[in-house]
């Protein structure tokens, strides 16, 4: 079985600050992790994903994320935020049964100051 | 470039109604899924549709679920008896392929309100 935890559910940073969103997995097979980002009342859309080919990912936006076995973790991170870099962010592991669902995080709200 | 839709954006029903959400996945992709969020909690899947067969569900999709794929567009979601805890957002996703690293792209949901 796989599992993710997002830790903080509210992030707030001020823009043009980093960006630090953490995620940390669980699963007994070789994990594949992805990051969705959902803006106000739209659906949830890939940011990036790791599948093994490379541990630092970069996805869109200018976000890129690590992937750390000795760490379990899968962090997502941004060099400086932009104020329409507010969203939700999720996490998620996809399964290794037939139908490879995805297994969501709490995710981590990130609020952007001026 | 092709997205997932889904229909309506909102919907309201009363207690023991039956509702049906529609999506249309992206037109070359096989694999096809149905998550929801309660407000406030994670997402969370509800059931995947490869082949015009479910081949996998969760414990949240019991029997006043169903899943069904009419015709070669649309991929819905039934839930035959509502109740009040079945309000959330739902969100259809579909996938091109069979391995774990392809990305499930994501509708922009249904909310469902059940008074």
């Known amino acids: 079985a796989q599992s993710v935890t997002q830790l903080g559910s509210h992030v707030s940073v001020s823009e043009g600050a980093l960006v630090l969103l953490r995620c940390n997995y669980s699963?007994?097979?070789?994990?594949?992790l992805f990051w969705y980002v959902q803006y106000p009342n739209q659906g949830l859309q890939l940011l990036l994903k790791?599948?093994?080919?490379?541990?630092l990912v970069k996805g869109i936006n200018g976000f890129e994320a690590e992937f750390k076995k000795s760490e379990t973790s899968f962090h997502l991170t941004k060099p400086s935020a932009h104020m329409s870099d507010a969203a939700e962010y999720f996490c998620?592991?996809?399964?290794?049964?037939?139908?490879?669902?995805?297994?969501f995080g709490g995710g981590t709200r990130l609020m952007v100051k001026p | 470039e092709p997205e997932v839709t889904q229909t309506p954006s909102h919907q309201v029903t009363q207690m023991g109604q039956e509702v049906i959400l529609r999506c249309v996945p992206i037109?070359?992709?096989?694999?096809f899924y149905w998550y929801r969020q309660i407000l406030g909690q994670k997402v969370e899947f509800l059931v995947s549709f490869y082949n015009n067969e479910i081949s996998e569900k969760s414990e949240i999709f019991d029997d006043q679920f169903s899943v069904e794929r009419p015709d070669g567009s649309n991929f819905t979601l039934k839930i035959r008896s509502t109740k009040l805890e079945d309000s959330a957002m739902y969100f259809c996703a579909s996938r091109v392929g069979a391995a774990r690293t392809d990305t499930q792209y994501f509708g922009p949901g249904t909310r469902l309100t059940v008074l």
């Open positions: 998620a592991v996809s399964a290794s049964n037939a139908g490879n669902m995805l297994t």
């Open positions: 790791y599948t093994s080919a490379a541990t």
């Open positions: 699963s007994s097979v070789p994990p594949y």
């Open positions: 037109s070359n992709h096989l694999y």
